[in-house]
């Protein structure tokens, strides 16, 4: 099996939840077999106090289909 591994940033005006998957569903666009995430970064913009917006940076992992290595 073979895994490769992306970096994206997925972001949300809700919370860091919804930009995980939002980074997800960004990914499985145009990659396919998504195995997992690694979030490697949380941060919000903060405006008047408040947050304004979420970003996660997250490498996403996937499996490769293909001839097998022997």
Do not use: C, L, Q, W
């Not at 919370?15 to 980074?23: K, R």
């Not at 947050?51 to 001839?67: L, Q």
């Amino acid at each position: 099996m073979i895994v490769k591994v992306i970096e994206v940033i997925g972001s949300s005006d809700k919370g860091f939840t919804e930009a995980t998957e939002n980074a997800v569903a960004e990914a499985a666009r145009t990659v396919s077999n998504i195995k997992s995430i690694y979030i490697k970064h949380m941060n919000a913009n903060v405006e008047d106090n408040k947050i304004v917006s979420y970003a996660v940076n997250a490498k996403i992992s996937f499996e490769v289909k293909g001839k097998e290595m022997s």
